[in-house]
């Protein structure tokens, strides 16, 4: 079973910021959090994650409380092209371990 | 980021038919492969582990010989849908990944319809 709990779906304006929340109250000391996103018919893609540091790439920024129970992505300038299912999942480090999807968030970017 | 891709991209078959899926990891070796299966409007769900070279290994509730699936190299995974039913229809996505890599990278999905 997924260890996160997400909003089912979210709206968010063009060109605003979008703040995906995720809460993860039972993540273990070596898990990370990671996020990828589902654009529709396509396979998941990676945004980021995270140990315990705000981290920041291309893409997105991940913030993550100090308790490590629950975090928030950032996609600082929405466009029509970010319209997804964004996951956010737990995970100890390793690539030989499965990644486990929750429900998602389902964004809706709006012109 | 890593490129895997899949074949075919969208098959049609019959019922009672066998189909095989092709995941292939191409410009890196993919010690370790998944298989996963979405439904419409579901989440992904995870079918199962295989690493080059050994069995795979199933999640609860998948039947390992209707789903055959073969690690024979470090580039090549397939998936054998045997004796496909109209519920067996679903998007199916694989994904790679390689020892002492954090990150999985993820197919194109193969939208598979029996009828």
């Known amino acids: 079973d997924a260890k996160t709990t997400q909003p089912t779906s979210m709206d968010c304006a063009e060109g605003r910021a979008a703040n995906l929340p995720c809460n993860h109250s039972?993540?273990?000391?070596?898990?990370?959090v990671y996020w990828y996103r589902q654009i529709h018919s396509q396979g998941p893609q990676y945004i980021i994650h995270?140990?315990?540091n705000n981290e920041t790439n291309e893409m997105a920024s991940l913030i993550i409380t100090e308790d490590r129970k629950s975090s928030t992505l950032i996609l600082p300038h929405a466009t029509l092209r970010d319209t997804a299912v964004y996951y956010c999942?737990?995970?100890?480090?390793?690539?030989?371990?499965?990644?486990?999807f929750g429900k998602g968030t389902r964004l809706s970017v709006i012109a | 980021g890593a490129v895997v891709s899949q074949h075919p991209s969208r098959v049609i078959c019959k019922s009672g038919t066998s189909v095989k899926i092709e995941c292939r990891s191409l410009?890196?070796?993919?010690?370790?492969m998944f298989w996963y299966r979405q439904f419409p409007k579901q989440s992904l769900m995870l079918m199962a582990t295989s690493n080059e070279g050994s069995k795979a290994t199933y999640e609860q509730g998948v039947e390992k010989d209707k789903f055959l699936i073969n690690h024979a190299s470090l580039t090549l995974s397939t998936l054998t849908v045997t004796s496909a039913h109209p519920e067996d229809s679903s998007f199916y996505i694989c994904?790679?990944?390689?020892?002492?890599?954090?990150?999985?990278?993820f197919g194109p999905g193969t939208r598979l319809t029996v009828l």
């Open positions: 410009d890196f070796q993919a010690t370790t």
């Open positions: 999942i737990v995970r100890v480090w390793g690539g030989n371990t499965p990644l486990v």
């Open positions: 994904s790679a990944s390689f020892q002492g890599l954090n990150e999985q990278f």
């Open positions: 039972t993540i273990s000391g070596n898990e990370y």
């Open positions: 995270g140990l315990k």
